[in-house]
Structures are given as C-alpha cells and as structure tokens.
T-cell receptor, first 111, second 116 residues
Framework: GENVGLHLPTLSVQEGDNSIINCAYSNSASDYFIWYKQESGKGPQFIIDIRSNMDKRQGQRVTVLLNKTVKHLSLQIAATQPGDSAVYFCAEMGSNYKLTFGKGTLLTVNP | GAGVSQSPSNKVTEKGKDVELRCDPISGHTALYWYRQRLGQGLEFLIYFQGNSAPDKSGLPSDRFSAERTGESVSTLTIQRTQQEDSAVYLC??????????????FGSGTRLTVV
C-alpha cells in the first residue's frame, strides 16, 4: 500500500550534471511503470513510461531503466537544468489499471 | 476541455463542516482517480472509477470520505465532518486506457484543502 508519513528524500546536483533518481517498486506483477514530475503548486506531469517487457527506454534528455529482478526503476536526466528542479515520482500499474506511487524524490538543481 | 479541471483550487473550511470537491476529467476518459497529497509527501490513492464498474474504494481513509461519478463525466469527492488531518491537496486524474500512448494519467492541478 501507500507509504505516507515520511518526508521526501532529496537529491542536489549542479547545473549541467547528470541526475539519477532511483525508485523501488513493490509488486512483481506490475507491468507498466511511469515517471512523473511535480512542480510546486501543480499536479504531476507525465515524463516517460516503460513496459515490463523492456529494460530501457529513452526520451529527450531522460532515460528510464527497469530492473525487474530487484524491482528497481531509475530515471536518468542528462545535462540537468534549473527547470528540472521538482519532485519526481515513480508509479507502477498492475492488472487493475490502478497506479501506485512511490514516495517521491526532491531534485534541486544548483546554478 | 483540454485537461483535467478541478474546483475549487483552494478551500478553507472549519473543522466539522462538510466539503465537496469537483473533478472534470478529459472528455472520453473512462477512468478517473482521486489521490490525496499531504504537504511534502507522496500521493495516497483514495478511489478509482472505471466506466460503469463498481468503484475501487480501497483507499478511502474513513467513512467520512465518499465519491461519486455519473457515467464518464464529472466526479465529486465529499468529506464529511472535516478534521484538521484532512488538510491536504486532493488530486484528480483521468485516463483513457486505450493503450495508445500508454496508460498514463493526466492530473489536474488539485484542490488545496485547509481545515482550521
């Protein structure tokens, strides 16, 4: 179930560096995964998704890696920019189409 | 509309009062979800509607919480006898579940509820 009650982990990087945000998911039967970005005062926005039959997917400046053996997802952001500062959530979807979200990671990009 | 619309965007209410939050999903989206997000925390699932199927209410925290949706249109989340612990942002999302472009949800901007 949802894990609420804990403050968000944080990641601080320098502008131009690459960022890696990690996420552990709970359900080995989940077959679809999504990364969301949430800026202050806004709802989460879709970044990139990946199905369980893949282990890597690339977008523009972002890459998602999936390791089903250890139930681990990561989001890599290349050449991180100040506009990338936000909270990043991973989410997993099972056969019932319901998304379960991870705790989120606060990314801060220092100029 | 072009996106998921939620109203009101902000709501301040006195402890013990009832509140009603509204969500207008993207037209044609069959699935609608409500989540709660406390300050600085993750998204907590509340309830899920899919077409005319019975809703998945497994995330509702107490019987003070209820939600309705008529067909594939507007949904309302009602919180009765509000408590200070109900203060949070309530997010709504909808999804087409067509398989095209993935199953990603589109979120609204949320309703920030403050119980005083």
């Amino acid at each position: 179930g949802e894990n609420v009650g804990l403050h968000l982990p944080t990641l601080s990087v320098q502008e131009g560096d690459n960022s890696i945000i990690n996420c552990a998911y709970s359900n080995s039967a989940s077959d679809y995964f999504i990364w969301y970005k949430q800026e202050s005062g806004k709802g989460p926005q879709f970044i990139i998704d990946i199905r369980s039959n893949m282990d890597k997917r690339q977008g523009q400046r972002v890459t998602v890696l999936l390791n089903k053996t250890v139930k681990h997802l990561s989001l890599q952001i290349a050449a991180t920019q100040p506009g990338d500062s936000a909270v990043y959530f991973c989410a997993e979807m099972g056969s019932n189409y319901k998304l379960t979200f991870g705790k989120g990671t606060l990314l801060t990009v220092n100029p | 509309g072009a996106g998921v619309s939620q109203s009101p965007s902000n709501k301040v209410t006195e402890k013990g009062k009832d509140v009603e939050l509204r969500c207008d999903p993207i037209s044609g989206h069959t699935a609608l979800y409500w989540y709660r997000q406390r300050l600085g925390q993750g998204l907590e699932f509340l309830i899920y509607f899919q077409g005319n199927s019975a809703p998945d209410k497994s995330g509702l925290p107490s019987d003070r919480f209820s939600a309705e949706r008529t067909g594939e249109s507007v949904s309302t989340l009602t919180i009765q006898r509000t408590q200070q612990e109900d203060s949070a942002v309530y997010l709504c999302a909808s999804s087409s579940r067509t398989g095209l472009g993935g199953y990603g949800y589109t979120f609204g901007s949320g309703t920030r509820l403050t119980v005083v």
